[in-house]
């Protein structure tokens, strides 16, 4: 921008100063007529002039800064996306990147969360941040500009050195990124194209990798790039070291306890590293999703919605509720077994030789947040303490899963997988039992009963179940056809809503849509294609097509179900199982809520729909039921009898 700013006022003094003057812009040339100061203004409201392009920069050492695109920019530095296991097992390994790449952002900021295998380059210290925000606040661009060329100025030949120390050489690609891809990122690669490096930035920074993440893990109805296995089982079964033992054995492991440094537990972080932030856990997780090869399932631990201080995220989280396209296995271990296996993970002689080891245990049951007290009962808790005090270890190990068993009970009967196979696993070893479970997931999965198989290079992966296509009822797309979307259900309920939500998001005094269970709408993307979401209610996210900004769907019920804009459905079925008009509306809701009277003989209720009988969470129990119609209740209001429009005048 400088440089066509010198350019321009370079020319606007030859053409005041000489009779005539040529410019050369871009190969082309652009010939400007020079006349009087005071003719300039006259003359400039007859003639439209030319855009004048500046010449190109004369060429440096290294390429410059490139802007790419996130897609391009992880390629880049990770390999594409759906690579599969790396060699060293660990989906979310970032420790061997394929170029460096530098976060240019302040060591406050890249600790909170930075994309993964990125070094932290920092333009300004964390200070020095405050200082030239607060200035640029206070005084402006300009005097910010200033203050900062002022911390950065003493530091370059550093930063250039710091690229060297990691491992850069001349024409070597490097990527830097800052927040949002503007002038700390920008700057510092022309710096370091001038010290011959190849340098790529990072268009829309750090912040455009943050939303890729919401969109990839972030939303409950987003579906799982491969079929999901879920590893279920009580407290002490051993899940994490049967997921190991299949990592080990090339199979797709998401650790989510890994990457959380938590076993999940209220003893969960003893003996474990700190918690990473949950924006850091986020950048992990998604990290590893995107290297899931489609073909092949990927296993995940049954955990609930936190663990530890992390929270899962929420296509995750249901991506555990359903094991979508792949099997609930729950591993069971004999009792004696599980309370042998916790006194060795939590009392083993290594760590009862750290003095603090046993006060820690105790302020795990004790502590009144985040501990065990409130939920164990002061008589529990106290027998408990004196049980650590004495050394008994097993009865401790047996108090507390007697506790967790009935929580694991409870929260097994909230899975919503289609298929589950139950291992019976009469030993500790991990390995054993991971192809006890291996064999009997495979089982379950193919079409017909395979042979007994075994972990070993050779075996073929686990297959991905194919279920019956239900029949085609409805199909759509948006404006620009980018996104389509299929219906392979009767529609749940069909609504005018009149909220207004509804009708600042569709510019209409009201909105049509049609409810599906989620697993029968399909909402399909040509190559290219994005969907951007926005979150309406604690209940309801809604998605546009990014191209065209046509609304898509509307997900609700944590994901189960998605109501579909009747103007999305362009092709229907005029009769489904001897329903005429099956996308007919049947009711107005919000109706308190409109700017206009609509008479048409439906039900219209002053708020949203309440199932009878029952609670409003009941309504995604009652919608689940296949071409049940959905009974509703609450306040009516009575249709306005309208008087007779005007009759427009006569045009003589």
């Not at 004048?52 to 790419?68: L, R, W």
């Not at 970032?94 to 790449?101: E, H, I, M, S, V």
């Not at 001038?194 to 109805?221: H, M, N, P, Q």
């Amino acid at each position: 921008r400088s440089l066509e700013d010198s350019l321009a006022c370079s020319l606007t003094r030859v053409c005041t100063t000489s009779r005539s003057s040529r410019a050369v812009g871009q190969g082309r040339r652009l010939c400007v007529r020079v006349c009087p100061r005071g003719a300039m203004a006259a003359a400039s409201r007859d003639v439209e002039f030319p855009v004048f392009h500046a010449p190109a920069p004369p060429p440096v050492k290294g390429e410059g800064n490139q802007k790419i695109e996130l897609g391009v920019f992880l390629d880049r530095l990770h390999g594409p996306a759906a690579s599969g296991v790396p060699p060293s097992g660990d989906l979310a390994d970032a420790t061997n990147p394929r170029a460096l790449a530098f976060d240019v952002r302040s060591p406050s900021e890249f600790a909170k969360g930075h994309i993964p295998g990125a070094i932290n380059l920092p333009l300004f210290s964390d200070d020095e941040r405050a200082i030239v925000g607060t200035d640029y606040n206070r005084k402006g661009r300009t005097s910010a500009i200033r203050v900062g060329l002022g911390c950065v100025g003493p530091k370059l030949g550093d930063m250039i050195d710091a690229v060297k120390a990691h491992g850069g050489k001349e024409g070597d690609p490097i990527l830097v990124y800052c927040w949002r891809g503007g002038m700390r990122s920008g700057s510092t690669g022309w710096l370091l194209s001038l010290a011959g490096f190849k340098v790529s930035v990072l268009d829309g920074g750090y912040r455009s990798y943050r939303r890729w993440c919401r969109a990839t893990i972030g939303e409950a109805s987003t579906p799982a790039p491969s079929p999901v296995v879920v590893l279920g089982g009580c407290t002490g079964s051993g899940k994490t070291e049967v997921l190991h033992a299949l990592r080990r054995k090339g199979e797709q492991v998401l650790d989510l306890e890994g990457l959380a440094n938590h076993r999940g537990s209220a003893f969960g972080a003893v003996g474990q590293p700190p918690q990473p932030s949950n924006e850091t856990y986020e950048n992990r997780l998604a990290f590893a999703v995107r290297r899931l090869n489609p073909t092949r399932p990927v296993w995940i631990e049954h955990e609930g919605k936190h663990v530890g201080q992390c929270s899962v995220p929420l296509a995750i989280y249901g991506w555990v509720l359903r094991a979508p396209g792949g099997v609930f296995a729950v591993m069971c271990l004999p009792l004696d077994l599980r309370a042998r296996r916790l006194v060795t993970d939590y009392c083993s002689e290594e760590h009862l030789k750290d003095g603090t080891w046993v006060d820690g245990l105790k302020q795990c049951i004790s502590a009144p947040r985040g501990g065990l007290a409130k939920r164990l009962g002061g008589a529990r808790v106290q027998e408990a303490m004196r049980c650590l005090d004495e050394g008994n270890w097993e009865s401790v190990s047996r108090m507390m899963l007697e506790y967790y068993d009935k929580l694991y009970v409870q929260w097994q009967k909230q899975s919503e997988a289609k298929r589950s196979v139950t291992v019976e696993c009469d030993t500790a070893d991990a390995d054993v039992n991971a192809e006890r479970i291996y064999t009997a997931v495979a089982a379950e999965l193919s079409a017909e009963c395979a042979p007994e198989a075994h972990l070993t290079d050779d075996v073929p992966a686990i297959p991905s179940p194919v279920e019956p296509e239900a029949k085609l009822l409805f199909q759509g797309s948006c404006f620009c056809g980018e996104v389509v979307v299929k219906c392979r259900d009767q529609p749940r309920s069909v609504s005018y809503c009149h909220c207004t939500i509804c009708r600042r998001l569709t510019g209409a005094p009201f909105s049509a849509q049609a409810l599906f269970p989620s697993a029968m709408a399909d909402v399909e993307l040509e190559p290219g294609a994005k969907l951007q979401s926005l979150q309406t209610s604690r209940a309801v996210t809604r998605q546009r097509c990014a191209t065209c900004q046509s609304p898509v769907r509307a997900t609700l019920f944590g994901g189960k179900f998605s109501a579909i804009p009747l103007g999305m459905l362009g092709r229907w079925t005029s009769v489904v199982d001897g329903v005429e008009n099956p996308l007919q509306p049947q009711h107005h809701l919000h109706y308190a809520e409109r700017v206009m009277d609509v008479v048409d003989g439906l039900p219209k209720y002053a708020s949203g729909v309440r199932p009878i009988g029952g609670k409003p969470s009941d309504m995604a129990a009652d919608l689940n039921q296949a071409g049940a119609p959905v009974q509703v209740t609450g306040k009516l209001i009575p249709e306005t009898n309208l008087p007779e429009p005007p009759q427009p005048p006569s045009i003589s």
